[in-house]
């Protein structure tokens, strides 16, 4: 079942205390429509997953959090889970990938995560099986977890609040959680708004999924969106995605790039490559016009690949 909004109203209560209110701005470049970014980059922890994380915690019985937390992430949701064990004074663990970035790494390390790095499809086997040898703790998924949907929907009902006239909305595309979090209180309170996943071009198994028809698995390339970009949809998440979602917007590496180099320059903001493919998806036209909000779902790049990239863009 989607999120609801009474389950986003809760979470928001929830939430109160360790997330803040983001705000939404309007972005000053050139675009066929009025866009506007919803700045989530602007979190605790750089990014929206602290919404997710703090609501399913706030939501599992103390006893069962004694135990610890575990999560499988390649960064911001580590951070978010870090953030809220350490409040709690529980241990959190994280599975990573090899390749996640050693910023978001350390930032984990720094909140009082244990980082576990494995390949890739060991950490993709994790999101699976909900585990990992030898750690006994509370599995939180980072994406599939209807409590994490719905701290994530509250993005949706600050921005009903804030930009009550919207037209389009675009969301950057990982596993799906923020997407459908956002997207079924959207659809429920506004049903006439359009609503768009935005992907890499690089790792994009959402528009595969929903041109086929079927959850569909593709080849993944890790580049600098690390934040967002898999091999395969999770077949719970594809049924929320092809009724919640009017389409998936894919963005190449040079359209993400410029993105950031754009918001940086124009609106002095750094983001991070995921929340870049939602911007340069809503700057395309492809998201159509009136007003569109982008969602910024993070800005926790490194400073030095930043500076390369718009220096190269």
């Given at each position: ?22 705000p939404?701005?309007l ?36 006893q ?18 870090a ?27 720094r ?9 890739f499809?060991?950490?993709?086997h ?23 949907m ?52 690089t ?29 395969m ?48 998806a ?32």
């Open positions: 079942m989607p999120v609801t909004v009474s389950q986003a109203e809760e979470a928001r209560r929830n939430i109160a205390e360790l997330a803040i209110r983001t939404l701005v972005c000053n470049m050139d675009a066929p429509a009025n866009l506007y970014l919803k700045l989530e980059n602007l979190q605790p922890i750089g990014s929206f997953k602290i919404r997710g994380a703090a609501n399913v915690m706030a939501l599992t019985p103390r069962q959090l004694e135990r610890g937390v575990l999560t499988a992430s390649a960064g911001n949701m580590a951070q978010g889970v953030f809220c064990a350490r409040r709690l004074g529980i241990k959190a663990t994280i599975v990573a990938p090899e390749t996640a970035p050693a910023t978001k790494i350390l930032a984990v390390e909140r009082g995560g244990r980082v576990i790095k494995v390949p499809a060991a950490w993709w994790t999101f699976e099986t909900r585990s990992y040898p030898g750690i006994d703790a509370t599995f939180i998924h980072a994406f599939d977890d209807p409590h994490v719905a701290g994530n929907a509250t993005i949706a009902l600050e921005l009903l609040e804030d930009l009550p006239d919207v037209d389009a909305v675009v969301i950057p595309w990982g596993g799906g959680g923020l997407s459908c979090g956002i997207a079924a209180v959207l659809r429920a309170l506004a049903p006439q708004v359009r609503i768009y996943a935005a992907e890499i071009e790792a994009a198994p959402l528009a595969a999924s929903l041109a086929a028809g079927e959850p569909r698995t593709v080849e993944y390339q890790p580049s600098f969106v690390d934040g967002i970009g898999s091999k949809v999770f077949p719970n998440m594809f049924e929320h995605a092809h009724k919640l979602l009017d389409g998936s917007l894919v963005v190449t590496l040079n359209e993400a790039a410029e993105a950031m180099k754009l918001v940086a320059e124009r609106n002095r903001i750094i983001i991070e490559g995921a929340a870049a493919c939602a911007v340069a809503a700057r395309s036209g492809r998201a159509g016009s009136g007003k569109i909000v982008a969602i910024v779902s993070g800005g926790n790049i490194d400073l030095d690949k930043f500076a390369q990239l718009v220096a190269q863009t």
